[in-house]
């Protein structure tokens, strides 16, 4: 049996020192292999575009070309791509904004090396990962939003037995095919299944659905906890 191939990862920093610190990290991983290094936002999305790596650990502050919208455009081109966010910055602010243009996770630049390649490995396969920190955070905000609408939309929304199976897959990352495989539907089933979700959730895109999945225990958000 051929081994499993490497999860390919492109780092984006404009330090090179910070570059090669990463680099060595996640190299030292049997499972993981950096394929490239970019020093701007603009070097990030041409490179990206070019090698098609698993997994992107983007910096926020870069010249040419911020992160944010670095990572935006990666997206914009490749739904599916995997932008793992690596900044140091923590305030809710870059986060939520990070999370809404729909990257995967979100680490602060102190995290240990265990979680950078441990954050890599999950992203890879399409679930959420944060800093415990990050985690904590968005732990405490989404339970404030939570009591400011009367604990959850959920107990006021009343879904189907199909649409939150819908829900759960979409959430998971699924594809419409995919969901449509899983249940043994059409295509066109699932999109009106997702088209009336939205409608009872007043919710207009994919990671919002996501993250009202999370807060409704739908899913579980898989954040890591261990304390740095």
Do not use: W
């Amino acid at each position: 049996m051929n081994p499993a191939r490497p999860i390919t990862v492109l780092l984006a920093d404009d330090h090179r020192i910070v570059r090669e610190g990463l680099r060595k990290l996640l190299e030292s991983e049997s499972d993981i292999e950096v394929v490239g290094e970019a020093a701007t936002g603009r070097q990030a999305v041409e490179i990206t575009a070019r090698l098609r790596p698993d997994v992107v650990v983007m910096d926020i502050a870069m010249p040419r070309l911020n992160g944010l919208e670095a990572a935006r455009r990666i997206l914009e081109t490749d739904p599916a791509a995997r932008v793992l966010v690596l900044s140091a910055h923590s305030d809710d602010a870059y986060v939520e904004k990070v999370m809404e243009l729909g990257a995967a996770g979100y680490l602060i630049k102190q995290t240990s090396a265990r979680c950078l390649a441990e954050a890599v490995r999950e992203v890879r396969k399409g679930k959420p990962y944060f800093s415990p920190s990050v985690a904590r955070q968005r732990g405490r905000l989404r339970r404030e939003t939570l009591d400011r609408r009367g604990r959850s939309r959920a107990g006021k929304v009343r879904l189907t037995p199909r649409e939150t199976e819908v829900l759960q897959l979409v959430a998971e990352g699924a594809a419409n095919k995919q969901v449509a495989g899983e249940l043994g539907i059409s295509v066109k089933t699932v999109e009106k299944h997702r088209n009336s979700l939205m409608r009872k959730l007043d919710i207009h895109d994919t990671a919002s659905l996501t993250r009202y999945a999370i807060a409704a225990g739908v899913i579980e958000s898989n954040v890591q906890l261990t304390i740095l």
